[in-house]
């Protein structure tokens, strides 16, 4: 299911990219320029909605379509045993649940997961 903030992204990155064709379209002196903004614009504006489905999961939950956890990260249980519990802890602004940073410390890899 895609959130409203991806769907507000994407749709302005479309608008984005299609206004850049346009202009590019209706041609002119110096449109090349205008078109080419639009377009990188919109391009940026779809590949911050991809990204942003990954900021507290890992590839290999995503690799798997892995079911989130309750506030979107890792998903109940133990994690790996090279993932220790740091003291950073956090409420997830989408969830309102409290969440807590694990890290690998010879990686630098972090994972969250939602405290029960």
């Known amino acids: 299911m895609l959130g409203t903030a991806r769907v507000?992204?994407?749709a302005s990155?479309?608008?984005?990219i299609a206004g850049g064709?346009?202009?590019l379209v209706a041609g002119g002196r110096g449109?090349?320029?205008?078109?080419?903004?639009l377009f990188l614009i919109g391009l940026a504006l779809i590949g911050s909605a991809a990204l942003e489905r990954l900021r507290y999961r890992s590839n290999a939950h995503d690799t798997r379509a892995a079911v989130p956890g309750p506030a979107?990260?890792?998903?109940p249980g133990p994690l790996e045993p090279r993932f220790e519990p740091t003291d950073?802890?956090?409420?997830d602004p989408t969830s309102r649940l409290r969440t807590r940073v694990f890290l690998d410390r010879r990686t630098g890899e972090r994972r969250y997961q939602a405290e029960e």
């Open 8 to 10: 507000i992204l994407i």
């Open 21 to 23: 064709l346009a202009i």
């Open 13 to 16: 990155g479309l608008a984005s």
């Open 88 to 91: 950073e802890v956090f409420v």
């Open 31 to 37: 449109s090349f320029i205008g078109a080419l903004s």
């Open 72 to 75: 979107g990260g890792e998903p």
